[in-house]
């Protein structure tokens, strides 16, 4: 029976608080560590209490959750028989898999800063999601009173500073897996399936039918828990910025290329855009495969304010038919193809991951150009899914940065978050009747800049791991 109070929050359905503050913390005393994860689900309120899934009348302005990887397990004194239960890709752990995953070059390990440098210290991230600086000064203070338990290795902070938009522009946090036993379809209108509970939570069927994920031993500890690929990922927002007008100015010079916008037609991009400039946020939407605003391009393949308006609730009920306007190659279609045929063709739905993600660092200004030592900005990314391998690793090889799914797109990485240099970056723009104006030099506009695979344990999994020893 599937009790959703055991299971963590913000996994199967999202916070939306507009702040976040991740502690990456390594275990200094393993009793003492112990004692503090029994506490958090103890109810007695000496340390933050954790988030769990169950419903609430009123929402919290605080939510608390951890999660632990392999080296964590190891610290708090899991036993050898459980450790060895667990996926390899979760006991090698992010920085062995950087070559999966696209995190080579500037991106690659060691060039990743403190404390993600050294990746057997990083134990446990616990995470405080509230609504102002206070709460989260407040919760940290407490999760931390007993010095005893753990050392803070570092902070990484985000905030929603414009809602659900991202750095890069683009309405951000539309499309998430839909499951039976939590959502209402008709909420959200989506022609995908529901996801069953598998796709997230080990113990459960998932989309291979016949196929369960290993449910890490004992039982206790591994049901109703997942994984995460925790990201931090610099966004190159100037450098995207100056790629759309260059590829604009080259769009101008092309023969055809009335035919991606027909003159006259700059007005339904946007009000007093020029020509140059309606080519930008075109060349932006078919990176992605929405207009920056959401509406997909699939419903709006010529404007992103179609008559009548799209409404919020209709961004995600679309598929991708022979002649969609949405470019093969785009952010969207390749890490989640929908209905679209596919060379994996049992593939559409199996890899699909629940992503929350916030901004970090100041908002991007373009009236005002990056000093030299301007702060970093980026997502702080959870990818979650029953199986780090089948789910992120595959999406992040075969898909985003291989582009195995269409033969049309093998060989190019995903336009906006791939592993793309300018020596062999391409972008294929699309035009109505199918031909293509290919970008070339294509850079990178995403670096990896640290993360770790952990495992987000249910309630009773919690209670398990804080009673060891005893």
């Not at 392999?70 to 667990?86: I, K, V």
Request: charged fraction near 20%.
């Amino acid at each position: 029976m599937f009790d959703v109070t055991d299971v963590q929050g913000n996994i199967l359905r999202g916070y939306r608080q507009p702040r976040v503050r991740h502690l990456i913390l390594a275990v200094a005393d393993a009793t003492e560590a112990r004692s503090w994860l029994g506490a958090t689900v103890s109810g007695a309120g000496s340390v933050p209490q954790v988030t769990s899934q169950a419903p609430w009348d009123e929402k919290p302005s605080v939510c608390f959750n951890i999660g632990l990887t392999f080296e964590g397990l190891r610290a708090l004194g899991a036993a050898s028989s459980s450790l060895a239960s667990f996926p390899t890709e979760f006991v090698e752990g992010m920085t062995a898999r950087a070559e999966k995953l696209g995190d080579i070059g500037d991106s690659a390990p060691e060039h990743w800063p403190a404390p993600f440098d050294k990746p057997r210290d990083v134990h446990l991230i616990a995470s405080i999601y509230a609504k102002d600086v206070a709460d989260l000064d407040r919760v940290q203070g407490q999760a931390l009173q007993n010095g005893r338990a753990f050392r803070l290795l570092g902070v990484r902070e985000g905030f929603n500073f414009h809602g659900d938009y991202v750095h890069f522009g683009y309405h951000d946090n539309i499309s998430q897996p839909r499951f039976a036993e939590i959502h209402d379809p008709a909420d959200y209108p989506d022609p995908q399936p529901m996801a069953p509970l598998g796709t997230v939570l080990l113990g459960y069927p998932n989309n291979f039918e016949g196929l369960l994920w290993r449910v890490p031993d004992p039982v206790a500890l591994g049901r109703n828990g997942t994984f995460n690929a925790f990201r931090v990922l610099a966004q190159d927002v100037v450098g995207f910025e100056s790629y759309l007008t260059e590829a604009a100015k080259y769009l101008l010079t092309q023969r055809g290329v009335d035919e991606l916008l027909p003159p006259g037609d700059e007005g339904k991009i946007g009000p007093g855009l020029s020509r140059e400039a309606a080519l930008r946020e075109i060349v932006a939407a078919q990176m992605c495969g929405r207009w920056r605003n959401g509406v997909p391009l699939a419903k709006s393949p010529d404007t992103p304010y179609p008559e009548p308006p799209l409404p919020e609730e209709q961004l995600n009920n679309f598929d991708y038919p022979a002649a969609s306007g949405c470019p093969y190659s785009s952010h969207i279609r390749r890490s989640n193809p929908r209905d679209a045929q596919i060379v994996q063709r049992v593939a559409n739905n199996s890899r699909r991951l629940v992503r929350r993600g916030m901004p970090y660092g100041p908002p991007y200004d373009p009236d005002k150009p990056d000093a030299a030592d301007a702060p970093e900005r980026g997502l702080l990314g959870n990818f979650i899914g029953a199986s780090l391998g089948a789910q992120f690793e595959a999406m992040c090889t075969d898909w985003v940065n291989v582009g195995l799914q269409d033969p049309r797109v093998t060989g190019s990485n995903d336009p906006l978050i791939g592993a793309n240099a300018r020596e062999t970056g391409w972008f294929d723009v699309v035009l109505k009747s199918g031909n293509t104006f290919r970008l070339r030099s294509l850079p990178r506009f995403v670096r990896t800049r640290g993360g770790a695979y952990t495992f987000l344990p249910s309630i009773s999994a919690i209670r398990y791991l804080g009673s060891l020893g005893k």
